[in-house]
């Protein structure tokens, strides 16, 4: 296993390496960059993809600069905007030294912040930590039981109204349900029972330790509730799925045939087997929710998160923190891609790696 391990560590180099170089050229082909987005402000106080789509040749520089825009500023100026950004160099040059920056976990300041990269992102964190923690939890803590119960009860009455109910809850967008959230519970049209905006009160620091514990899930109870509904579904159905193939095999068949009670068939033998696809996937769903699914919550809700971060940061063209948080995040992806295959092996010790070809 030690083998195994060392060779996909060493897979994580390139994979990283090659989805930033992916990415770093295709900025350098989309307009609007960092300084383009000063201009438009200085210009007129408006957004530079205005003057990209709409102003046809009235953007176009009479003086032929490359920044459509920037006629009434002088080329010394944009000279020096260009060496603060380190547009002055090469795009290979650029490439290398922000490589090299970020081997040592240095990913810079935000252009427009004046923050870190890193002090910005642990500023969002406990946001989105508390969104794809407890909604991967919830999710599995309540798909797992009813999965077995829906396996055990394969075509009950039981079976058919809790997939009518799955069906219309994974059709539901995630978007739409948020909102029916917050007119029904948040201080809508009808009842204002759970905060509207912000994971915690303005008094949370003054509160005792249990209070806080209650403020705290009194805020995230509407968002974490939003975002577990779709994956609640297919995780059900999943876990449904595999029960439902184990316990239609010869092995099951023989130990009920040897007079072995049912739940220690279903929990001694079929459980470990059932549950290795499903279990396993819990890194992979985490990081899913933690890093994708959470951007249109977030907005609903008023939460800032490593979600709003992101799209703000790629529609300002903030580079170091797009290009710091997708270094940072797509290392992350890759190690919980090898803690999912350690999972496998946690939950069945005959599975081996070691014995695959490379």
């Given at each position: 296993?030690?083998?195994?391990?060392?060779?996909?560590?060493?897979?994580?180099?390139?994979?990283?390496?090659?989805?930033?170089?992916?990415?770093?050229?295709?900025?350098?082909?989309?307009?609007?960059?960092?300084?383009?987005?000063?201009?438009?402000?200085?210009?007129?106080?408006?957004?530079?993809?205005?003057?990209?789509?709409?102003?046809?040749?009235?953007?176009?520089?009479?003086?032929?600069?490359?920044?459509?825009?920037?006629?009434?500023?002088?080329?010394?100026?944009?000279?020096?905007?260009?060496?603060?950004?380190?547009?002055?160099?090469?795009?290979?040059?650029?490439?290398?030294?922000?490589?090299?920056?970020?081997?040592?976990?240095?990913?810079?300041?935000?252009?427009?912040?004046?923050?870190?990269?890193?002090?910005?992102?642990?500023?969002?964190?406990?946001?989105?930590?508390?969104?794809?923690?407890?909604?991967?939890?919830?999710?599995?803590?309540?798909?797992?039981?009813?999965?077995?119960?829906?396996?055990?009860?394969?075509?009950?009455?039981?079976?058919?109204?809790?997939?009518?109910?799955?069906?219309?809850?994974?059709?539901?967008?995630?978007?739409?349900?948020a909102l029916l959230l917050l007119v029904l519970f948040a201080g809508g049209s009808y009842f204002q029972w759970f905060p509207l905006r912000g994971l915690t009160s303005d008094n949370w620091h003054e509160l005792n330790l249990f209070w806080k514990i209650v403020d705290y899930f009194h805020h995230i109870a509407l968002p974490v509730l939003a975002s577990t509904i779709s994956g609640f579904a297919t995780l059900t159905m999943l876990t449904k799925n595999s029960?439902?193939?184990?316990?239609?095999?010869?092995?099951?068949?023989?130990?009920?045939?040897?007079?072995?009670?049912?739940?220690?068939?279903?929990?001694?033998?079929?459980?470990?087997?059932?549950?290795?696809?499903?279990?396993?996937?819990?890194?992979?769903?985490?990081?899913?929710?933690?890093?994708?699914?959470?951007?249109?919550?977030?907005?609903?809700?008023?939460?800032?998160?490593?979600?709003?971060?992101?799209?703000?940061?790629?529609?300002?063209?903030?580079?170091?923190?797009?290009?710091?948080?997708?270094?940072?995040?797509?290392?992350?992806?890759?190690?919980?891609?090898?803690?999912?295959?350690?999972?496998?092996?946690?939950?069945?010790?005959?599975?081996?790696?070691?014995?695959?070809?490379?």
């Amino acid at each position: 296993m030690g083998a195994y391990i060392l060779r996909r560590l060493l897979l994580v180099i390139p994979t990283l390496i090659g989805i930033m170089i992916v990415n770093f050229t295709l900025t350098q082909f989309v307009p609007g960059g960092p300084i383009e987005q000063i201009i438009a402000r200085m210009e007129g106080g408006g957004d530079v993809f205005e003057s990209i789509s709409g102003a046809g040749a009235e953007a176009i520089d009479t003086n032929d600069s490359e920044y459509a825009g920037a006629r009434g500023l002088p080329a010394d100026f944009i000279e020096e905007l260009e060496k603060e950004f380190g547009f002055d160099k090469p795009p290979l040059q650029r490439f290398l030294n922000m490589m090299w920056n970020y081997l040592r976990f240095d990913f810079g300041e935000s252009y427009f912040r004046s923050i870190g990269v890193l002090e910005l992102v642990w500023e969002k964190l406990p946001v989105s930590i508390s969104l794809g923690l407890w909604s991967t939890l919830i999710a599995y803590l309540v798909s797992i039981p009813l999965g077995i119960r829906k396996a055990v009860r394969d075509g009950s009455s039981f079976d058919t109204w809790t997939s009518s109910a799955i069906i219309v809850a994974y059709a539901i967008p995630g978007f739409l349900f948020a909102l029916l959230l917050l007119v029904l519970f948040a201080g809508g049209s009808y009842f204002q029972w759970f905060p509207l905006r912000g994971l915690t009160s303005d008094n949370w620091h003054e509160l005792n330790l249990f209070w806080k514990i209650v403020d705290y899930f009194h805020h995230i109870a509407l968002p974490v509730l939003a975002s577990t509904i779709s994956g609640f579904a297919t995780l059900t159905m999943l876990t449904k799925n595999s029960f439902l193939d184990e316990i239609k095999k010869q092995y099951v068949i023989t130990a009920k045939a040897k007079g072995l009670k049912e739940n220690r068939v279903l929990y001694g033998h079929v459980f470990r087997n059932a549950m290795l696809i499903v279990i396993s996937g819990f890194p992979a769903l985490f990081m899913s929710i933690f890093l994708t699914g959470s951007l249109i919550i977030e907005t609903i809700f008023s939460l800032d998160g490593l979600g709003r971060l992101a799209f703000e940061a790629a529609v300002a063209r903030d580079y170091p923190v797009v290009f710091g948080t997708l270094y940072f995040f797509g290392l992350i992806g890759l190690v919980i891609g090898i803690l999912s295959d350690l999972m496998y092996v946690f939950i069945d010790p005959r599975i081996d790696f070691e014995s695959r070809e490379t």
